[in-house]
């Protein structure tokens, strides 16, 4: 079998394996879950293969004419290149782990065939976009999981989080879909091609016309599905959704989308200087914002939330400084350890009952219950705060070092001002990074007061897989040395300087983070907090379903907890209560958007009723009125008739007279 027709199998296996799954989840439930592993794990195989068979070298191609369009045709293609069958195996290895902990997770769920296909159906849309050598092909991927992910998110939707986080996920990503394909158009129209190879070629030999208005319009769209400031606000809510959906989401799917389609198209934005800097601008408020935010969050998976956001950052920022190496490997570090963070986290909230670190705070002997989860998140952290020799750390450094060269001068494809703006953010956000990473470890797993409930051992569908996908937390940065052919043959290694002075700030701010709850933490004694729903019998996500109710009733919003002990409030101080907003951004929309178009929508209801509706009525009235006048004329008595026959012959006999007797004195 060719490497081709291996490719096109990855994502057919997924989509079919969800096809399948919605047949048969109602006539014969228990092959939904078969269903929903197998079809993955078989891609998962099928992609590793495809991945040796390219081996990074050169790029394999095949297409075949999708449909005529009279202008610039659109192709069934393939562009098979070290990023994409990298990037694919990272996809099928997640989302195998991700159905196999679903199993457990939602085991008694009465929606899980409906979830179990919609998650089949967005990793194959995720694969769809990795692999796909048209833009046009890649779009239809793009919007599949925009679909999917409102669904999924929304998989709650007896509660009203769920409910308004999946339609605000849908409606700022769609927010940025509209110039992004604007942008997809225009691109197509300046090169003559959706081909992506064709316009990588067009680009080489000047052929792009518009080059700065093409990136921004498509870095809009970029902005939204990969969660980049100023569009990154619906992230944090699609927390709504249940575990494992996030961490599919923020690992392996949906956001990792956008930082790759830049990947594969840098060229494109490389043609135009402005848009590097704007992007470098963009990465370097997502990054700081995102890491202050995230210090300030009570509910673990908005912590991890804005924990992607930044990390996000720091891909784009390596697309900013021209190194798509650098972005996708940290964009598979990402992956590996991110995944486990959510995965872990979802054990993390069954065993404590609560999704909040101040209620965990005040628990003690939860590492004692769940031994797997404590392990791998901690090593997962450890990776997240770019530690040696851990994934994370290689990855981290190899974004610090294209900032360094292209700050420096010794790489010319971006501006030095990008370099400057990703290098000092990206140490200021390794700090920060830190101290978030050392904050959400230390009210996890460090609580004092009560013993956790004893929900007994999680199951081993859950635990398994945080063991699989912290074996490249651990060591798939360790392979630094042999990626550099599979990412256009640049150097990935870190160098000296930006390994030291990120490792330094990145023990700062963690030091700096645990002397601070050393000296908050007596207050927890004190001051104790509610919103805790522990139901040792129940599925996790029932639980997980409970805690997002139960901390919002208790606190009155899902991100923040009243808990004077958090080491967060200390080292934020009158930050803290803009932060834990995400700094009013909703709040600044609402404004200038949402309320405007409420406003509009109003008066244009109201010109609706009172003033289109009236003339309508009225003319309707009138009718009505003179149809009443006719039908009273019509008695049914011949007497009436014939008298008001003989009344109108003598009218017109005078009218007739009268009329003649004028005309004659004239």
């Known amino acids: ?23 048969v989840g109602r006539t014969a439930p228990g092959f939904v879950r078969p269903l929903a592993i197998l079809p993955t794990l078989t891609a998962a195989v099928l992609a590793v293969l495809v991945a040796v068979r390219q081996g990074g070298g050169r790029a394999i191609d095949a297409a075949t004419q999708l449909t005529p369009t009279g202008s610039v045709p659109i192709d069934l293609a393939l562009h098979l290149d070290g990023f994409a069958v990298l990037v694919a195996v990272l996809v099928t290895v997640v989302a195998t782990c991700v159905q196999l902990y679903s199993t457990a997770y939602l085991r008694d769920d009465a929606r899980y065939p409906s979830y179990a296909a919609l998650v089949s159906l967005f990793t194959s849309a995720m694969l769809l976009v990795v692999y796909s050598g048209d833009l046009m092909v890649l779009l239809v991927g793009w919007e599949i999981m925009g679909i999917c992910s409102y669904f ?33 158009f225009a691109l197509a129209a300046d090169t003559g091609s959706f081909r992506i190879t064709k316009i990588l070629a067009a680009v080489t030999t000047g052929g792009l016309d518009h080059p700065t208005l093409i990136a921004l319009l498509l870095l809009a769209g970029v902005a939204g599905k990969s969660a980049q400031f100023p569009l990154h606000t619906w992230l944090p809510d699609a927390m709504a959704g249940p575990t494992p959906v996030s961490a599919l989401i923020h690992a392996a799917t949906m956001v990792a989308a956008g930082i790759y389609f830049v990947a594969r198209l840098l060229p494109v934005f490389a043609a135009s200087g402005a848009a590097l800097v704007v992007l470098a601008v963009m990465a370097a408020v997502t990054m700081i914002g995102s890491g202050l935010a995230a210090l300030a969050q009570d509910d673990i998976k908005r912590v991890l939330a804005y924990s992607t956001i930044g ?28 995944a486990v963070l959510f995965l872990a986290a979802g054990v993390v909230i069954h065993a404590a009952g609560t999704n909040s670190l101040a209620a965990m705070s005040r628990m003690s002997g939860l590492a004692r219950r769940i031994p797997d989860a404590y392990w791998t998140m901690t090593v997962a952290l450890l990776a997240l705060a770019a530690i040696p020799p851990f994934a994370g750390f290689f990855s981290k450094e190899a974004v610090l070092v294209a900032a360094e060269h292209t700050a420096l001068g010794d790489r010319a494809v971006a501006p030095a001002a990008a370099g400057w703006t990703i290098l000092i953010a990206g140490l200021l956000a390794a700090v920060l990074t830190a101290a978030y990473a050392v904050r959400l470890w230390l009210l996890a797993f ?26 490249p937390t651990i060591g798939f940065g360790l392979t630094v040395g042999m ?36 000296h908050t933490t007596a207050l927890a004694a004190r001051t104790p907090i509610g919103a805790v729903a522990a139901h040792p019998d129940a599925e996790p996500a029932l639980v997980e379903a409970e805690a997002m109710t139960s901390h919002t009733a208790a606190y009155g919003t899902i991100a923040d907890a009243p808990d004077p002990a958090d ?66 004329a019509q008695t049914g008595n011949v007497q009436t008739y014939v008298s008001a026959l003989l009344a109108g012959s003598l009218v017109l006999a005078i009218a007739a007279v009268v009329f003649a007797n004028v005309n004659a004195g004239s």
């Not at 697309?319 to 350890?337: C, E, K, N, W």
């Open 446 to 471: 460090r609580g004092r007061g009560a013993e956790v409930p004893d929900h007994g051992r999680q199951p081993l569908a859950m635990t398994s897989v945080l063991w699989i996908l912290a074996v």
């Open 567 to 632: 080491p967060g409030r200390l080292l934020l101080g009158p930050l803290h209560r803009h932060a834990v907003t995400g700094f009013h951004l909703d709040a600044l929309y609402s404004a200038l958007f949402v309320r405007p178009v409420q406003g509009a929508a109003r008066l244009v209801r109201f010109l609706d009723r009172e003033v289109v509706d009236t003339y309508v009525n009225g003319t309707g009235a009138v009718t009505r009125l003179l149809g009443t006048a006719v039908r009273r």
């Open 311 to 338: 990390q996000l950052g720091y891909m784009s920022g390596a697309l900013a400084v021209g190194d798509r190496g650098a972005a996708v490997f940290h964009l598979i570090s990402h992956g590996a350890f991110k």
């Open 1 to 23: 079998m060719t490497t081709t027709t291996l490719a096109a199998l990855v994502p057919l296996l997924p989509f079919l394996g969800a096809l399948a799954g919605l047949a």
């Open 483 to 518: 990626l550099g052919d599979w990412f256009d043959g640049h150097a990935l290694t870190p160098s000296l300087t930006t390994a030291v002075l990120s490792t330094g700030v990145t023990l700062v701010g963690g030091l700096v983070t645990y002397g601070a709850w050393r």
């Open 152 to 184: 999924l998110v929304g998989h709650y939707w007896e509660t009203p989080e769920a409910r308004a986080a999946s339609l605000k996920a849908f409606l700022v990503t769609k927010l940025g879909d509209v110039p992004f394909l604007i942008g997809l």
